[in-house]
């Protein structure tokens, strides 16, 4: 199993060298990707802050997305995705926003995405979205690899901006 640090240096370094900052909505990875990028000293240099919006409670509450903004959307897609992220992004004012939102399993989630589902978004600069399907019913184990999935797509797009 990875630990926080090695899975967040190569995008806590891309960010510190660019100046920028980022925001995180975390979902079904419970705040992993945040705690990743915080595991490293001097996280402050580019981590604004980050929230769990693991519920559609979680979403409105504290990313303040109204009900007409869900009409024809739902949870764990890659359009949900990009909404959290520009959101957080647009809460904090930073450079980037990255979210993610899945299932982790052992089962499935209500929308009937499979165990082991995720989606991601970048927003900033660039920006970009991709599903993960591992077909693993191992909760911890989707966590682990949904946050380096994020993690690897956030470096994607700082790259592509330079």
């Known amino acids: 199993m990875p630990d926080l640090t090695s899975l967040a240096t190569p995008a806590a370094t891309l ?15 419970g705040g992993l990707i945040s705690a990743a990028l915080v ?3 001097g996280a402050s240099d ?10 559609r409670v979680a979403q409105k509450g504290l990313l303040l997305v109204p009900d007409e903004t869900m009409v024809g959307m739902r949870a764990s897609s890659e ?10 992004r647009a809460a904090l004012d930073t450079d980037w926003g ?5 299932a982790s399993g052992p089962t ?11 989606c991601f978004a970048v927003t900033g600069p660039v920006e970009k979205t991709l599903t ?4 693993d ?3 911890e184990a989707n966590m682990w690899i949904f946050a380096k999935a994020a993690l690897d797509l956030l470096i994607e797009c700082l790259k592509q901006a330079k």
């Open 15 to 29: 960010l510190k060298a660019s100046g920028q900052k980022i925001a995180v909505a975390d979902s079904s990875c």
């Open 39 to 41: 595991s490293i000293p």
């Open 46 to 55: 580019y981590y604004v802050g980050g929230s769990t919006i693991y519920t």
């Open 79 to 88: 359009p949900y995705a990009l909404l959290n992220a520009q959101t957080i």
């Open 98 to 102: 990255l979210a993610e939102t899945g």
């Open 108 to 118: 499935g989630n209500r929308y009937g995405d499979s165990s082991g589902h995720a």
């Open 132 to 135: 993960v399907e591992t077909g």
């Open 137 to 139: 019913t191992n909760r």
